[in-house]
């Protein structure tokens, strides 16, 4: 019964998770800023709803985690860090689309890692689902050649690296790395408060953006970091997946921003790909608890 309630539990938070983070992008546009303006008060917002949140936690438990464990807390908050910058550069610098279908890649740049520095070889039908993705990112990517968006969906493609190299590194480590992403954004905030003091504060409805840092980000990156307590991994990519399905369609309704013919076919691709693998995921998980049921009986 407690198993069951525990996966329950985790299916929710995830889907809050999920779900919340669809709208980060549509406020990131609708906040009509300059991109270091926008990264300032994002991140500025996050770290100290981040310290709030720790703060209140360890007034009320012993058992709050640390805010960046070691040299491992100290490289995964780094990684963090440059990918925010790189995110933001893709916001301005490419379409949504676009942007949110190459970020579904973190599932598989993670797989690669995994292999390369953890040992862990991944299934040939993994190795399948990974050329299958990057055949749809060359789609998107080579569609955006002619059109200005190459830079934003190379910046695209760094988020997702930056993100799987951070993921790569807390599943090696062992180690509690709930708040270590959002203590992260102290980098990219230094970085763009050198910026703006040279550039100048330009935005036109900053309650957007500081409404996205100070309850959006939060409220996601802590669902999402504690899903896995309770759900297994293919569950939890699954809800990852709702911001590449849903903040186009956002951001189509409140911008009118149509995506290209190529970009749909890639990003179908993509979303195929990582749902049929994720399917495949729990259908192997399930088999192998099964085996380990009738092999060890209560």
């Given at each position: 019964m407690s198993s069951h309630h525990d996966h329950q539990k985790g299916l929710l938070l995830t889907a809050i998770g999920g779900m919340t983070l669809t709208v980060d992008i549509p406020l990131i546009r609708l906040a009509h800023g300059e991109a270091w303006t926008i990264l300032l008060l994002r991140t500025g917002t996050t770290f100290l709803a981040g310290l709030v949140i720790w703060a209140v936690w360890r007034s009320l438990s012993d058992r709050a985690p640390q805010l960046v464990p070691g040299r491992a807390g100290l490289a995964v908050a780094t990684l963090y860090g440059l990918g925010s910058i790189a995110f933001i550069t893709a916001v301005y610098n490419t379409s949504t689309a676009d942007l949110v279908f190459i970020l579904a890649f973190t599932t598989m740049f993670s797989a690669?890692?995994?292999w390369l520095f953890l040992k862990e070889r991944p299934r040939p039908l993994t190795l399948a689902a990974l050329a299958l993705m990057i055949v749809g990112v060359a789609i998107i990517v080579g569609d955006s050649i002619g059109n200005g968006y190459l830079f934003g969906d190379v910046m695209a493609l760094c988020s997702a690296l930056c993100v799987a190299c951070a993921i790569t590194i807390s599943r090696a480590s062992g180690k509690d790395m709930g708040f270590t992403s959002l203590i992260g954004v102290v980098l990219p905030f230094t970085v763009a408060a050198f910026m703006v003091s040279r550039t100048g504060f330009q935005v036109d409805a900053p309650w957007w953006i500081?409404?996205?840092g100070a309850v959006i980000m939060p409220i996601s990156f802590f669902c999402l970091a504690n899903g896995p307590k309770y759900i297994s991994g293919p569950e939890v990519a699954m809800f990852y997946l709702l911001e590449t399905v849903l903040a186009p369609v956002w951001v189509w309704m409140i911008f009118s921003e149509t995506p290209s013919r190529n970009?749909?076919?890639?990003?179908?691709i993509l979303i195929?790909?990582?749902v049929g693998?994720?399917?495949?995921?729990?259908?192997e998980g399930r088999k192998?608890?099964?085996t380990l049921a009738v092999s060890h009986p209560v």
């Open positions: 690669l890692l995994s500081i409404f996205n970009s749909l076919i890639g990003g179908a195929v790909t990582l693998h994720s399917l495949w995921q729990l259908h192998r608890r099964a």
